[in-house]
C-alpha cells in the first residue's frame, strides 16, 4: 500500500518510466527515460481523468528524458544514452529539439539545435533563454551555454562559461587526471545569476549581467568529503527569516565510494562571495547509523516550481516528500506520498516532481508511471 501524510493521489498515468515531468497551463509534459520513449503530452484539465494528446518517439540509442514548455514552445534534451560517442552514422545526434506546441495535440518540430558529442542533459528554459548543459567540441564533459530563442527556428548561443581546464582544443592544462571529468548538470537562472551544479565539481554561482561574458562569483564543493554529486542548485527568490538561501540537492548515484543515502542541504548566500551551509534536509530514518546504502535510495532533486516555502523533492526510494523551509536552519518535513513499486520492481525510483498553478503535484519514477497528487501542505 501507498504511504501518504496530508497527500491522495488523484490519478495515475501507467507510461513508460521518465526523467522530468514539467506542466505549461493544462498540459502535462513527459520526459521518458530511454528509447524508443521521447516524450508524451498530456492534457491534465480534468486532473482526475487525464487524457493522452501526443507521443514523439527517438531512435534507438538516444534519449529525451528532459522538457521544458513555455508559450507555445517546448525543448527536450537529445542524448546519447549510455557509453561515449554522440553524432553517430545513425545521423541522430545531440542537442535540443524545438517544437511548436500551440496546439499540443499536434506537437510540430521547428528545428534542431546541434551539439558534439553526447548531447544535451538537463536544462532549464524561461521562455526566451535556454540555460543548458552541452558536450561541446573542444572541450571535455559538459559546460554551461546560454541560447537565445526569441527565434525558435534559429536559436543562438549567447554565451558560454566553463571550469578553466576543460577548454582542451584551447590549450587548457587538464588538473584532473585521477578525479572525475567535469561536468555542468544543468543551470537554474534567478535575476542576473546563474546557480550551477557542476556534479562531483560542486556547485557556481555566476554574473550573467552581460551574458556574453559570465563571470565567476563563487564556488564550493563538498566532494569528496560527501560523496555524491550536486545535481541541482534552487535559489529562492526572496529572503527566508532575512537571508538570502538556495537549496543545494545532491543526487544518489554514481558514488565515489559506498555511503549513506545523499541528502539535501540549505546554503546561506546572504553573501554570495561565500556560499555557507547551514542546515541539512532528509528523510526520518534514511540514514540512521551511517552505513552505506544502495544508490537510488536517498535525495534526487527538488521541483524548480515550489508553493510558499514548501519546496517538494523526489527522493528516488522514497518517494515525494514535501519540506518546509520557513526556517532555513531548521527545515521540516510537512506532507509525504511514498508510491507503491511499479509492477515488477522491488521499490519505487521518485525522479522528478514540479508543481501546477493550482497546487496539484506531478510525481514520476524513472521506471513506469506519473502521479498527480493534491496535498494541503502547499
Not at 2 to 23: F, K, N
Not at 45 to 70: M, Q
Not at 274 to 282: D, E, K, M, Q
Not at 292 to 316: E, I, K, L, Y
Amino acid at each position: 500500500m501507498a504511504e501518504a501524510h496530508r497527500t491522495r493521489r488523484l490519478a495515475h498515468i501507467d507510461c513508460p518510466g521518465g526523467g522530468q515531468v514539467w506542466v505549461d497551463g493544462t498540459t502535462l509534459y513527459i520526459g521518458h527515460m530511454r528509447w524508443p520513449s521521447g516524450t508524451t503530452l498530456v492534457d491534465v484539465a480534468d486532473p482526475a481523468n487525464p487524457r493522452t494528446l501526443a507521443r514523439i518517439e527517438l531512435p534507438e540509442g538516444w534519449h529525451s528524458h528532459k522538457v521544458r514548455a513555455a508559450d507555445g514552445i517546448m525543448l527536450v534534451n537529445h542524448e546519447r544514452l549510455g557509453g561515449e560517442g554522440g553524432n553517430g552514422a545513425d545521423g541522430f545526434g545531440g542537442g535540443l529539439g524545438i517544437y511548436d506546441v500551440s496546439n499540443p495535440s499536434e506537437p510540430r518540430p521547428i528545428t534542431k539545435w546541434r551539439t558534439a558529442g553526447k548531447g544535451v542533459h538537463r536544462f532549464t528554459f524561461d521562455g526566451r533563454y535556454a540555460y543548458i548543459s552541452p558536450t561541446v567540441e573542444g572541450y571535455v564533459g559538459n559546460i554551461v551555454m546560454i541560447l537565445d530563442l526569441a527565434d525558435p527556428a534559429a536559436p543562438e548561443e549567447v554565451g558560454r562559461w566553463w571550469i578553466p581546464g576543460q577548454w582542451q582544443a584551447g590549450g587548457e592544462e587538464y588538473p584532473w587526471a585521477d578525479w572525475v571529468a567535469p561536468r555542468c548538470h544543468h543551470p537554474h537562472r534567478l535575476g542576473d545569476r546563474l546557480y550551477v551544479s557542476y556534479w562531483h565539481h560542486g556547485l557556481f554561482i555566476l554574473d550573467i549581467e552581460d551574458m556574453a561574458q559570465p563571470k565567476h562569483v563563487a564556488g564550493l564543493n563538498t566532494s569528496p568529503a560527501f560523496p555524491h554529486p550536486t545535481h541541482t542548485c534552487l535559489p529562492f527568490p526572496y529572503a527566508l527569516k532575512g537571508r538570502r538561501i538556495m537549496v543545494v540537492a545532491d543526487e544518489d548515484v554514481a558514488k565515489l565510494w559506498p555511503s549513506p543515502p545523499a541528502f539535501a542541504w540549505v546554503y546561506d548566500i546572504t553573501d554570495e562571495r561565500l556560499p555557507i551551509p547551514i542546515s541539512t534536509i532528509n528523510v526520518d530514518g534514511a540514514d540512521e547509523d551511517g552505513s552505506p546504502q544502495p544508490a537510488m535510495t536517498g535525495c534526487h532533486q527538488p521541483s524548480d516550481r515550489f508553493v510558499g516555502n514548501v519546496v517538494p523533492f523526489a527522493w528516488f526510494a522514497h518517494g515525494l516528500r514535501l519540506v518546509d523551509v520557513s526556517d532555513p536552519f531548521a527545515p521540516r518535513e510537512v506532507a509525504r506520498y511514498l508510491p507503491d513499486p511499479p509492477e515488477g520492481c522491488e521499490r519505487a525510483s521518485s525522479n522528478d516532481v514540479t508543481v501546477d498553478d493550482r497546487g496539484l503535484i506531478y510525481l514520476i519514477d524513472r521506471q513506469r508511471g506519473v502521479d498527480i497528487i493534491e496535498t494541503d501542505a502547499l
